[in-house]
């Protein structure tokens, strides 16, 4: 989902320490700690709620495109919720950003929105045609399609450990392709929407520094109206898949059961943003990236033990491999922009003692 925090000025972020004085050890690692563990709730079970909301027996729903449209309509009235409330709410509260819908920078983002609607589409269809145990490596090519795009889009070209990282992901993601195949799980669909939900990823991230400017870098108002088109163009996709006759048919349309649970995936599809940008303040983008990786692989342990499956030792190691490139590619970067970032000093310190 689209991250509604990530920078110091988003207003949903609380100040770190207070009055300028750094917090105690203790009481920052139980902050990190609690970051770290509601990260991990909220993202894995989005994952089995959304599993639930697409490819239920129970359910039975075949309507991919409204359970997505439905948690962006709902995204974008919690944005729009929160915004009137902290405008109505006592004087000196720190509040949100008025929210305004202007047409004009409505169509100036719906480049990144239709990136952005391939995107959580894809990932919806992904998961309805593939388990749990094997999203993770089914979608797990993003950061090939990173160093791709970077090289074709932006000239930037890649060190050789972090494409030796990149090759073991995609040998990852073969084996564990070959391996669904052996168990007779495969879905081609599913790999299919899965390629297309890591690129989609890749793209979403370069076009969003790329519209950013437009709402003057603040993340809560693209959010705003990314969700917004978003519901605006879900509505002839829809109409056109006929969604509209199959939840028409849908038996479960008037049960408050399943309204809660639509609502209770919108609400965390919302909160998988402001936990994202709480990881990533209170630790970094390199831990938040470990983080990651290590809930992946806790995601992919729960599902294999919930659905009570039974996995091969080459089924294991594609998982194993994908997760260990990421980690080692997570790794290699922090290393490499660390040493970006002390090169300006070193410089000077050269300087200063030859008297330049």
């Known amino acids: 989902r689209m991250a509604l925090g990530g920078s110091a000025a988003d207003p949903l ?15 920052r690692a139980l902050r990190i700690a609690v970051v770290v563990c509601l990260y991990w709730f909220i993202s894995i079970t989005m994952v089995f709620l959304n599993k639930y909301l697409l490819d239920s027996p129970s359910l039975r729903l075949d309507a ?13 009235a919690l944005c729009l919720g929160l915004s009137l409330g902290a405008a109505c709410g006592p004087p000196g509260c720190p509040g949100l950003p008025a929210l305004r819908l202007d047409p004009k920078v409505s169509r100036s983002v ?25 999203y993770n ?8 399609f990173n160093v791709l795009f970077s090289y074709l889009l932006l000239k930037q070209t890649t060190s050789l450990y972090a494409l030796l990282a ?19 799980t495969l879905s081609w669909a599913g790999i299919f929407f899965g390629i297309l939900a890591s690129l989609c990823v890749s793209l979403n991230a370069i076009y969003t520094k790329k519209v950013l400017p437009v709402v003057d870098g603040s993340i809560w108002h693209l ?25 028409y048919r849908f038996d479960k349309l008037g049960s408050p059961s399943f309204w809660g649970m639509m609502t209770l995936g919108g609400v965390f599809g919302f909160a998988i943003g402001y936990v ?3 990881q990533i303040k209170f630790t970094s983008p390199l831990t938040h990236n470990v983080s990651g990786t290590a809930k992946a692989c806790a995601q992919t342990v729960l599902a294999v033990v919930y659905f009570e499956e039974t996995k091969s030792f080459l089924w294991w190691m594609s ?5 260990g490139g990421s980690f080692a590619y997570t790794w290699v970067k922090g290393l490499e922009m660390r040493k970006v970032q002390e090169e300006p000093t070193l410089r000077s310190s050269e300087k200063n003692e030859t008297g330049v």
């Open 223 to 247: 959010t705003f109206y990314n969700n917004v088109n978003a519901c605006v163009l879900f509505l002839p996709l829809m109409m056109l898949l006929g969604e509209f006759h199959t939840l």
């Open 137 to 144: 490596v089914g979608r797990s090519l993003t950061t090939v």
């Open 64 to 76: 991919p495109l409204f359970v997505t449209f439905f948690q962006c309509a709902l995204t974008a």
């Open 166 to 184: 990149c090759s073991v992901i995609i040998g990852g993601f073969w084996l564990g392709v070959d391996q669904e195949g052996a168990e007779g």
């Open 110 to 134: 719906l480049p990144l929105s239709a990136v952005f609607i391939g995107m959580i589409t894809s990932n919806n269809l992904c998961l309805k045609y593939v388990g749990v145990a094997f």
């Open 276 to 278: 994202t940008g709480l």
């Open 319 to 323: 998982n194993l491999m994908v997760l």
């Open 13 to 27: 972020l609380p100040a770190e320490g207070g009055g300028g004085r750094p917090a105690p050890f203790l009481l």
